[in-house]
């Protein structure tokens, strides 16, 4: 049994919202980053 | 006072059925802040909701019907216990928390559990056109699926158990008795302007259900 880790994608497509981090200082690339080094596969 | 304000609150409500039977095990969990009844306190009832058993663990709470609350506020009594005085997340920043809670089944059975919202968040402003003061989003993501051997689907239930009225949501299948399920929390708030302007503040549902 093989879990993924979540991504910011997972939650948009999940609960039908957009994350639009384009003009902030967060990357969406930062956000996936932490969600899978939290998630232990 | 300027402050962002983030609380999930948890509560537990066993299924009637186990009780009257008073067999020790449970076929039906529902957990949700707002029904304030609970046969037991949520770190000791069939189903435990529980703080994580690390220093994140702090950022969970009790309020006063022992149900469990994560509180990233200036109201979590555990501030000068445990969390060194902070009051909210950063602006601009993500901010994670590995292993905040867990849930644990403490009964006899294995059960299918679904878990809902997992993103919650705020705006403060229009989003069309665009003038945004501040936003805030807030994640809930299970740990240690692999290590205790169960699948998780996101955003499908299994049968048996209710659809979720919110759309984020996760199924955890064969949650085996002994075994707890611990969640991260993952928070990003923009801009600097937001501090003040954005929180949150509701609730998150657990159900469990005998397959």
Do not use: C
């Amino acid at each position: 049994m093989s879990n993924e880790p979540p991504n910011l994608s997972t939650y948009e497509d999940m609960a039908d919202v957009t994350f639009d981090l384009s003009d902030t200082d967060i990357s969406e690339d930062a956000v996936n980053a932490e969600l899978e080094s939290l998630f232990e596969s | 006072m300027n402050r962002r304000k983030f609380v999930l609150s948890l509560g537990a409500l066993a299924g009637g059925g186990a009780a009257a039977m008073g067999t020790g095990a449970f076929s039906n969990v529902e957990a949700e802040r707002d029904i304030s009844v609970t046969v037991a306190n949520d770190a000791s009832a069939y189903l435990g909701i529980q703080p994580g058993d690390g220093p994140n663990g702090n950022y969970a709470d009790t309020t006063s019907n022992d149900a469990l609350a994560i509180s990233l506020t200036d109201d979590n009594n555990n501030i000068g216990s445990g969390v060194a005085g902070g009051e909210g997340i950063n602006t601009n920043a993500v901010t994670s928390i590995g292993d905040i809670f867990k849930i644990q089944n403490q009964g006899t059975q294995e059960v299918d559990v679904a878990v809902t919202p997992l993103a919650y968040g705020d705006i403060d402003g229009q989003v069309f056109p665009p003038d945004i003061d501040g936003a805030l989003a807030v994640l809930l993501e299970p740990q240690n699926p692999d290590e205790i051997e169960v699948d998780i689907e996101w955003g499908v239930i299994w049968p048996g158990i209710p659809v979720p009225e919110d759309v984020s949501f996760i199924g955890i299948k064969g949650l085996s008795p002994g075994d707890e399920l611990r969640f991260n929390l993952v928070a990003l708030a923009v801009p600097s302007s937001a501090i003040g302007s954005v929180e949150v503040s509701d609730e998150i549902q657990i159900t469990a259900r005998q397959p």
